[in-house]
């Protein structure tokens, strides 16, 4: 008996965002260095996206890389940069055969060319894929997202093609990265830290957290499974009252 069986597929959050955190953690607690636990955090992410088409998920956003995961130790970045190629090159034909359409978020200009490259080799790859939307938030900041969007659209109204009073919500979020995409119902970061760390700010705004101790190479489906049946079980409001929405 799993979680799977107990969810309800109609009621599916659209797009679930990840904050996939204590991989360092769990190497070290098991006397190794740093960089096994990045090593073992793949192996979550496989059996994650798995997990998440095989449920009908439609959108999975996960962070991977953060702008101020830049000032790490350089042995570290080098490694985790080190890591994506070889995982992108390897989960290519995995993705293929789940129908996974790869796509990021972030400055991805920022990463070594070889990864850059073999990043928009795999999204190009993958794009007639009409399965699940795996986005890969690299080189992300939340805030430089919202300022770009900001700068380029003052841009556009100093350029006299657009007025300032035709700014809305709407239009702003057309600017950020994750244009394309629903804003994610739910958010789960592992390894019970309690903060957001500059990830999806404006597009979580009405998002259920959902908080685990669990270290992220110890993450599976089941645990994906049951952090949506939790989800499933909380009232949205949405600043409305209960009996408005039942
Ligand atoms: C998350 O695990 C992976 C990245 C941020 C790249 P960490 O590397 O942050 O692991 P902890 O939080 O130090 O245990
Ligand atoms: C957030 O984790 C970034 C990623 C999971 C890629 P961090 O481990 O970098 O966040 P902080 O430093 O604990 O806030
Ligand atoms: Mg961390």
Redesign the pocket.
Known sequence: MGFKEDIDTHKLPQHVAI????N?RWAKGKGKLRVFGHHNGVLSVRDVVEGAGELGIKYLT?????S??WN?PKFEVTAIMELLISTINKEIKKLMENNVRLNTIGDIEMLPKKCHDELLQAMATTAGNTGLVLTL?LS?SSRREIVNAARAIAKRVEAGVLKADDIDEDMFAQHLHTADMPDPELLI?T?G?Y?I???LLWQIAYAELYFTDKL?PDFRREDLYEAILDYQKRERRFGMISEQIN
């Open positions: 904050i996939m955190d204590g360092g996960l962070y991977t890389f953060s101020e995961n790490r938030a992300y970061r390894s830290e903060r760390s500059n990830y992220w």
